[in-house]
């Protein structure tokens, strides 16, 4: 299987509700990363946690991180319409300078109004 | 600021043809990446521009993928001959210079139909 595989791989939610999503890995990283995908469009960044780091922070999202269970989770609160869209994880070893990215399949995630 | 910004948006060739890429990523980005996807797969790592040089091209998949980033600021992805599997979307992503954990920022992103 792969670096960053995330599930559940879709997600229904209504309007309000949090949205959990989680990501596994497997290999040693510097840091684990959360995107979102809206339809069509580019990968937009959301977060960036760092491997010393146990929880993050960032208005509605909630990323925590546990290295010793290689795996993550991104929490969305009060989720809106708008937060439609998939989301990725992605693992970076950073070797020295040497930045790569190691995405998962992506979670779809569909809020009803 | 302008975003990373990619052509064209969509393409659409005959097996054999040669088809070429675009990337411009933000204006100072040393870091230029280029990643695809293809139908039902994860976003896979092709590989990592600094500058002009190739920092890592462990991901192209075959010589039949020729990267380039002529002064270093915009890259071009070259597939020649292209191959039925080639389809799927290529992204870039640029980054600023450092060797500290950062974000890329993706562009909106190819999408490739070889027919």
């Known amino acids: 299987s792969q670096q960053g595989e995330e599930d559940p791989q879709a997600l229904s939610i209504q309007e309000g509700e949090n949205a959990t999503m989680n990501c596994s890995y497997k290999?040693?990283?510097?840091?684990l990363q959360w995107y979102r995908q809206n339809s069509g469009r580019g990968l937009v960044h959301l977060i960036l946690?760092?491997?010393?780091?146990r929880e993050k922070h960032s208005g509605r999202l909630r990323v925590t991180l546990d290295t010793s269970k290689k795996s993550s989770s991104l929490l969305i609160t009060a989720s809106r319409a708008a937060d439609t869209a998939s989301y990725f994880c992605?693992?970076?070893?950073?070797?020295?300078?040497?930045?790569?990215?190691?995405f998962g399949k992506g979670i779809t995630l569909s809020v009803r109004p | 600021e302008a975003g990373v910004t990619q052509f064209p948006s969509h393409s659409v060739i005959e097996k054999g043809q040669t088809v070429t890429l675009r990337c411009d990523p933000i204006?100072?980005?040393?870091?230029l990446y280029w990643y695809r996807r293809v139908m039902g797969k994860e976003i896979k790592f092709l590989l990592h521009f600094v500058k002009e040089s190739k920092q890592d091209e462990s991901g192209m998949p075959n010589n039949r993928f020729l990267a380039e980033r002529t002064g270093g600021t915009y890259s071009t992805l070259k597939v020649q001959p292209a191959e039925l599997e080639d389809s799927g979307v290529y992204f870039c992503?640029?980054?600023?210079?450092?060797?500290?954990?950062?974000?890329?920022?993706f562009g909106p992103g190819t999408r490739l139909t070889v027919t």
């Open positions: 992605a693992t970076d070893a950073l070797v020295g300078a040497n930045s790569k990215l190691t």
């Open positions: 992503a640029s980054s600023q210079a450092g060797t500290g954990p950062r974000e890329q920022y």
């Open positions: 204006s100072g980005h040393d870091n």
């Open positions: 290999t040693s990283i510097n840091n």
């Open positions: 946690i760092r491997s010393n780091e």
